[in-house]
């Protein structure tokens, strides 16, 4: 697998960069590794487009209790099909972060780590989205508090809680999104116990705060770039179909009607080009993380110096 590790630290355009170059020049391999859990996660889409689509519809008509208990039985398959693709798929692309950051020499050691560390990786997206929960609730109830005190009618103090709430509510996102991509990349590399990699991706984040910031919004804008152009095919195939068959005035109820249902080859293709997609993008922003986590710990801890004491000790060993 190629990679290539800067030797300082980089520009946090450089290293989007970087994570971009490093898909390009693995694309082959990641391909063969994601593909598997990939087209199961499709196939489990594709089952959930239909049956809200076209299931539930039938039932509305029929008002049949067993085809109801059916398409539920269908839903409930088709969900734990698709949670489970997505759990191995997040191994697999964290795996394939340690071997970019060079935590494991091969992605078979790679991915036998992740994998000794599954339960972990369910308990970094439980424990962060809790916290962004708590983080929202705090934030509504320091909105709330503002009109309460203020009574029924607008005030001064309407507004600046509203505003304050608003921010802080603004910055709480923000602030989960950095640290929960963080804090995965830190666990495929680091074998530290759940709450421990929470806490230290979030200070990692803090006090490299406004470098964090700049990394986010480069990131960001660099993601919409690469991602919208690339969905625009299916969504000017869908909008086509729509306005010929049922928002154009097509359909028996009208334009805008709200009846309109893509035909099953449009949600195939749509679901299949968005895997697709995904086998790019999904990549990138691990490896996007991936490299700012290790950015900031150059910066931080010397892991380069460390990494060359280390391999001399054992050269000499």
């Not at 759990?87 to 972060?97: D, M, Y």
């Amino acid at each position: 697998m190629f990679t290539s590790l800067p030797e300082s630290p980089q520009g946090v355009g450089d290293l989007v960069g970087l994570a971009c170059r490093l898909v390009r020049a693995n694309i082959k391999l990641i391909w063969n590794f994601l593909l598997i859990p990939t087209v199961f996660a499709t196939g489990a889409g594709i089952l959930f487009q239909w049956v809200f689509t076209y299931g539930a519809a039938n039932v509305a008509s029929t008002k049949d209790i067993g085809t109801a208990f059916g398409l539920a039985g269908i839903w409930l398959v088709g969900f734990s099909v698709f949670m489970v693709a997505w759990w191995i798929l997040a191994l697999r692309l964290l795996a394939l972060v340690r071997v970019i950051l060079k935590f494991s020499p091969t992605l078979d050691e790679a991915t036998a780590y992740m994998y000794r560390r599954k339960w972990a990786v369910l308990g970094i997206y439980f424990a962060s989205f809790a916290l962004l929960l708590g983080g929202i609730f705090a934030s509504v109830a320091v909105m709330a508090s503002g009109m309460l005190l203020s009574g029924q009618g607008p005030s001064l103090a309407t507004a600046l809680s509203v505003t304050l709430g608003g921010v802080l509510m603004t910055g709480i996102i923000v602030l989960y999104l950095l640290v929960s991509h963080m804090a995965l990349c830190m666990l495929a590399c680091e074998d530290e116990p759940v709450m421990a990699i929470i806490g230290r991706s979030a200070n990692m984040v803090l006090r490299h705060f406004w470098r964090s910031v700049a990394f986010g919004l480069v990131f960001a804008v660099t993601f919409t770039v690469v991602s919208y152009p690339m969905s625009l095919p299916v969504a000017v195939l869908t909008f086509s179909d729509a306005m010929q068959h049922g928002l154009g005035g097509g359909g028996p109820e009208g334009p805008f009607s709200g009846g309109y249902k893509p035909p099953l080859y449009i949600l195939v293709l749509a679901q299949t080009w968005e895997s697709v997609m995904g086998m790019y993008l999904r990549p990138f922003v691990v490896f996007a993380f991936g490299l700012f986590y290790f950015d900031l710990r150059l910066r931080s801890e010397g892991l380069d110096i460390r990494r060359k004491l280390q391999s001399m000790l054992s050269e000499v060993a």
